[in-house]
């Protein structure tokens, strides 16, 4: 990948391509001025605006599209598992024990070795590694390996030593993955292990890997529980200085007055929402669930809020101006932000609440009572496909975890869009890696065909839904008067396509004025970013 630019002449004409506007179905150029569409039209027009911009790109037929936004991004811990240890696709424990030696090796000078990804249900031994294994693989040295969905991690020996009294904390458990206050405590201590300038590196890496995907925007679900301010003002800080991706700053934690948003504030986010858990992850076992798990019949996850708290949060959050948003996968703690959210509603009013466009994270075991209820009360789902392709199926960690009749609930993006509940789609990387086409193919190609949406519908979520999450609704769209967010694309030929015909369809022919996009049809080439633009200022261009 080449390094971002920051040469975009002040007026630019694109031409001769496929430029994907509601503006205009059958646009092949484009016009940016000062960061901005100034125009969209037709090839025979464009001849009118050449000899007055400062350059003119001839797109020879490549597709342009408003650049995506990835609405739910670690973008440190990302950045990390690109330039660290990194074991998704490790197939068994030997080889990913095999990498971490590997690993500690490498790099001799590292306080904490830091890695990302294992998903021992995934392979043949069904455990995750001992402690004996991590000490022997690590040398000794302090080690933290989060689990494919970051709500457990195992550690070495010499971590836990880092960490007074963290064998007394809620989640640990002698020589098994630690989960809730016990996985916080060795997060942060392994974090704080990463010099400043690990840091940054990571946080490069990360937004330069969005960038040569066509992402534009992603939003930055940090907290207290997760990274830490510092991380949060360093990556602000970072992309103020760089021409792009653009980077949505949020932080999770609870607050109880208008007053206390000073810190939110403060901090550079938008919001007191991300990742601010009512309760954590299926493949952890500690989503909230009404019922207990298929393979743990003794549990039904772990609760970190209540009603009243929710409740109190989005009081606070509306009266101060600002988002309120949690983390919810499980149908009971779904329920609890639902509880919490209507009872704010009934004290501030429904049009207050529903006007602050307060979002859900994930939002995976959903009832038609909860949808209604969703759109009902305006909250915006940042969902992530990629789950449902990683973990769904009748053969899947889902289905292993639930059951498969409750796995087949999962993820029901369908139900949603027919409800009316806005979708903004992410990635939750590192959990499932920034791709956005993929989590486009993902959406219309779910595992459960009920629950497919068209590919038109899943790239407006993943494109102009992530602006509307931030309330932002004039963006995300090439049309005059929007910001010049785009993305270039080498791609095949263009179609209005649906998976299958439990979807409501498009006229394919060419008068009905459908925009075309790429075939995506799992198995088919996805298309190849040439060039992102944010703000009308070139961020990548491949070699």
Not at 223 to 249: C, K, M
Not at 440 to 461: C, M, Y
Request: charged share 20%.
């Amino acid at each position: 990948m080449s390094e971002p630019q920051d040469d975009q002449p002040r007026t630019v004409l694109l031409r001769n391509g496929e430029v994907h506007s509601p503006a205009d179905p059958f646009a092949t150029a484009m016009v940016v001025e000062r960061g901005g569409i100034a125009w969209v039209g037709s090839e025979g027009a464009a001849d009118s605006f050449a000899d007055g911009v400062d350059e003119v790109v001839d797109l020879e037929g490549a597709l342009v599209t408003p650049a995506f936004t990835d609405a739910h991004v670690h973008t440190t811990a990302t950045g990390l598992a690109l330039t660290g240890l990194d074991l998704t696709g490790a197939r068994t424990l030997t080889e990913a024990l095999g990498r971490v030696r590997e690993y500690a090796r490498s790099r001799p000078g590292d306080r904490v070795l830091i890695g990302h990804g294992w998903d021992a249900s995934a392979w043949p031994e069904r455990r995750p590694p001992s402690r004996a294994e991590l000490d022997e693989a690590a040398g000794g040295r302090p080690l933290y390996l989060t689990r494919a969905d970051v709500h457990s991690a195992v550690v070495s020996t010499a971590l836990l030593d880092l960490v007074p009294g963290l064998t007394g904390l809620p989640g640990y458990a002698a020589d098994a993955p630690l989960t809730g206050d016990a996985h916080h405590a060795a997060r942060a201590r392994a974090y704080d292990g990463v010099s400043a300038a690990q840091r940054t590196e990571a946080q490069r890496a990360a937004l330069d890997r969005a960038a040569a995907l066509g992402i534009g925007s992603v939003h930055e679900c940090a907290g207290p529980q997760i990274s830490g301010a510092e991380d949060l003002t360093g990556l602000l800080r970072l992309a103020a200085e760089r021409p792009g991706p653009r980077v949505v700053g949020y932080w999770a934690e609870a607050i109880e007055s208008p007053g206390q948003a000073a810190k939110v504030r403060e901090l550079g986010a938008i919001g007191a929402a991300g990742d601010l858990f009512v309760d954590g992850s299926l493949g952890s076992h500690t989503a909230c669930l009404h019922q207990p798990y298929a393979d743990a019949p003794h549990s039904t996850g772990t609760a970190h809020l209540d009603a009243a708290t929710v409740a109190a949060h989005v009081t606070a959050c509306t009266e101060a101006g600002i988002q309120a948003g949690f983390h919810a996968i499980g149908d009971a703690a779904v329920s609890t932000v639902i509880e919490g959210v209507r009872a704010a509603a009934e004290k501030l009013g429904l049009a207050r609440v529903r006007a602050a466009r307060h979002r859900v994270e994930h939002a995976e075991l959903l009832t038609p009572e909860h949808i209604a209820a969703f759109a009902e009360l305006a909250l915006t789902a940042s969902v992530q496909p990629a789950f449902d392709a990683a973990w769904g199926g009748e053969d899947g960690m889902y289905a292993r975890r639930l059951g498969p009749e409750r796995a087949r609930a999962l993820n029901p993006y369908a139900a949603m869009l027919r409800a009316g509940v806005p979708l903004a789609l992410g990635s939750d990387s590192p959990v499932t890696p920034l791709d956005p086409w993929g989590t486009v193919r993902a959406a219309a190609f779910h595992r459960t065909p009920a629950h497919r949406i068209s590919v038109r519908a899943a790239f407006t979520a993943h494109t102009r839904g992530g602006w509307r999450a931030i309330g932002r609704d004039d963006a995300g769209v090439l049309v005059p008067g929007a910001p010049a967010d785009y993305a270039v694309w080498r791609a095949g030929d263009l179609v209005v396509q649906v998976p299958d015909t439990r979807v409501a369809n498009w006229s394919t022919d060419p008068r009905s004025g459908t925009p075309g996009l790429p075939d995506l049809t799992p198995g088919a080439q996805l298309p190849v970013c040439v060039r992102t633009v944010v703000a009308g200022r070139t961020v990548h261009r491949a070699d």
